[in-house]
């Protein structure tokens, strides 16, 4: 039986099962959402929201990528956790599939600060896995609640400190030369929460040309000013002075050796560096029973260096190969939450603004042979957004919740170009744009609810997104290109809620209408090229969390994703082909097994269909079936706690692409992930 039957028949099986990624000990009514900015249980959320909790974020992982927790998330698909010098790809829904490099359309959030800038690049180079209590997704059109890029929302939120202080100090070592330290600390101290975490990672990677060395620090310290009104900072640290980037191989490449580097990456020594810096702070205050307030504040200094793999024998190595820039990202916000009565029904609404503002110095220059060369690029990048919003869930009966809301959001791009050899450059772009969503959800029959909800996101492009390769070519770097915003509709419905005690599920089915979607059509001396064409998608997306026995829990989850493009100007060709970079199907299941006595194990498989490497579907990158098993223990000994832990990747050494490079010139699509490897640790702690 094919992959893709496999996968079908697993998906029409669990459609008769579905859930949530939640505790399945618990009620639907007792796990709430913050991601909503309403604060809702998730019984009420009109859509697809997926909640991960500090055990299944944490324990026994090899904290390379925040895949692995993630995988479980129905209607998310992960790429490049091995290569960290183009950062993990997230998609959610298609939202995020066209970026070679990063994430694109999908809002990132780490404590309330925002991890997206106004023009819409994420990043995730700078959390911190070790230290992750709570991971929130929303799937699907959010731009209501978050503004531009909202296609998908990750919340994730550091752990508090114990009402017991604590220590820990941590060692994973692994094949490959992986070595990862970490040094964690923590607990109350009067009215003061603190919770601090460093860590460094070095890792030499599968392949030639992929070393890491990563620094991280991450701390946060919630002080109880009164009875009603608390005050959290955080303040965190990246240094990553290597992070080689292999590149990517042909299909030959792979089969003679899939270890080897992309030649051109290594003559250009192509990778980056980057030293970050971040400091937040939330300020929330209490009126009486129904009334809050919360104000935020965050700055983020980030340097980075990057050596792209343009050599001489390329046609645009006159122009750049070296990338630099310094940039300041700063912003903050005001949100009121009232929670009581109207007319009699409970009622939950919130009213806020944010502002963002992303400066970017910009510099490119020649890379010679890994050298830095002449400068062939000066400009200074500013993006400038507002986003005004309003958000209410109103009990219509004792059965039935109404939510509304509607955003709108003005952003502001602009290039000043200081490099005037070819002219100047200078422009700007302006976007003004409102996003309404409507949500209803039933309790239909003791712990089953029903949803149903329309919801809209729109996306800008980013700065790197604004330019062809005529400019390219022409050495005319600065200014734009005619790209414009994205905008999607979508139409959703599901049910979620307890089959039996211990057994929740959740099922969506959503239709989405994107128009002008920004698009990969081409990539060329490493750098891709974006047009706009109209899409289509339609997708089913189920999951499944149950505890038979004390201790025993399955959690299966299954996407089901039909996009394919409706119009394309300057492609038709391409007109009702799939979107690359998206598998039609996917499947994860993992068996879970926690013993009273501290010992655990944990089984998973993540299946992936087949999937279009470009947008004409001539390429594909072959399906493939990947399992993992770690196992450990949590043991107590007094005052002190030892929790030692062994996993093994790729158990059975499945030959597979961990990232494909869309559209790509040459037919250098693929980079080839890990066989089996395996990885142990031990963490000891001690309580105060």
């Not at 200078?426 to 919801?455: M, Q, R």
Request: charged share 20%; proline share 4%; no cysteine.
């Amino acid at each position: 039986m094919s992959r893709s039957a496999t996968l079908w028949m697993t998906g029409t099986l669990l459609a008769g099962l579905w859930s949530t990624s939640a505790d399945a000990k618990e009620t639907l009514k007792e796990v709430v959402v913050t991601a909503t900015r309403i604060q809702q249980r998730l019984s009420d959320v009109p859509g697809g929201v997926t909640i991960i909790e500090q055990r299944d974020l944490q324990l026994g992982r090899q904290q390379l990528g925040l895949d692995e927790a993630l995988a479980r998330v129905p209607g998310v698909f992960f790429q490049d956790r091995y290569n960290f010098a183009q950062d993990l790809r997230i998609a959610v829904r298609g939202f995020g599939a066209r970026s070679n490099f990063g994430i694109r359309g999908v809002k990132v959030f780490v404590d309330d600060i925002p991890s997206t800038l106004p023009d819409g690049q994420s990043g995730v180079d700078d959390i911190d896995l070790g230290s992750l209590s709570r991971a929130e997704v929303i799937r699907g059109p959010s731009s209501s609640i978050y503004g531009s890029s909202s296609g998908g929302v990750l919340n994730l939120y550091t752990e508090d400190g114990p009402d017991t202080p604590f220590a820990e100090a941590g060692i994973t070592i692994g094949a490959f030369d992986q070595q990862k330290y970490q040094l964690k600390a923590g607990g109350q101290h009067g009215d003061l929460n603190y919770l601090l975490n460093g860590s460094y990672l070095n890792y030499d990677g599968y392949r030639d040309h992929s070393e890491v060395n990563h620094a991280l620090f991450n701390s946060k310290f919630r002080y109880d000013v009164d009875a009603a009104s608390d005050l959290t900072l955080v303040f965190n640290l990246v240094d990553s002075p290597v992070a080689d980037d292999p590149g990517a191989l042909t299909a030959a490449d792979v089969e003679a050796d899939p270890r080897q580097a992309q030649p051109r990456n290594l003559s250009s020594d192509a990778g980056e560096s980057l030293q970050q810096q971040k400091f937040g702070w939330l300020y929330r205050r209490e009126f009486g029973s129904v009334h809050e307030l919360r104000l935020r504040n965050y700055y983020t200094w980030r340097d980075f260096r990057n050596l792209l793999p343009l050599g001489t024998h390329i046609p645009f190595s006159a122009i750049d190969g070296v990338v630099e820039f310094d940039r300041f990202f700063y912003g903050g916000g005001v949100q009121y939450t009232y929670s009581g009565n109207f007319f009699g029904r409970g009622n939950r609404v919130t009213a806020g603004f944010d502002v963002d503002v992303q400066e970017d110095d910009r510099q490119r220059y020649v890379n010679s042979s890994g050298a830095q060369g002449p400068l062939t690029f000066d400009q200074l990048e500013e993006a400038n957004a507002w986003g005004f919003y309003v958000r209410d869930a109103l009990a219509l009966s004792d059965s039935l919740e109404l939510t509304v809301g509607g955003r709108f959001d003005v952003i502001d791009l602009s290039v000043d170009d200081r490099f005037p050899a070819n002219g100047d450059q200078s422009s700007s772009l302006d976007f003004d744009e409102f996003s309404p969503s409507v949500g209803l959800t039933w309790n239909a029959w003791k712990e089953i609810y029903l949803f149903a909800g329309y919801a809209t996101a729109f996306e800008t492009p980013t700065f790197t997104e604004l330019g062809t390769p005529a400019q390219e070519l022409n050495a005319n770097l600065g200014g734009f290109a005619n790209v414009q915003a994205q905008t999607a509709t979508g139409f959703e419905s599901g049910a979620r809620g307890m089959l039996w005690d211990g057994a929740n599920f959740e099922i969506a089915a959503f239709h989405m209408d994107v128009e002008d979607e920004i698009t990969n059509v081409v990539s060329v001396a490493n750098r891709a090229f974006f047009e706009n064409a109209d899409t289509d998608r339609t997708g089913v997306e189920a999951s499944f969390v149950a505890e038979w026995y004390d201790g025993l829990r399955l959690t299966a989850a299954y996407t089901y994703s039909d996009f394919t493009f409706e119009s394309f100007p300057s492609n038709p060709a391409a007109v009702g082909s799939h979107l690359p970079g998206i598998p039609e199907q996917q499947f994860y299941a993992e068996l879970a097994y926690f013993h009273e006595s501290g010992f655990y194990v944990v089984w998973d498989v993540l299946v992936v269909d087949e999937l279009f490497t470009n947008n004409l579907n001539t390429e594909v990158s072959p399906g493939y079936t990947v399992s993992n098993l770690r196992l450990g223990g949590e043991f107590n000994f007094g005052s002190w706690r030892l929790s030692p832990y062994v996993g093994l990747n790729n158990l059975f050494d499945e030959s597979y692409s961990g990232n494909v490079r869309l559209n790509a010139f040459g037919g250098r699509t693929f980079e080839p992930a890990p066989g089996f490897n395996p990885y142990g640790g031990v963490k000891v702690g001690f309580d105060f």
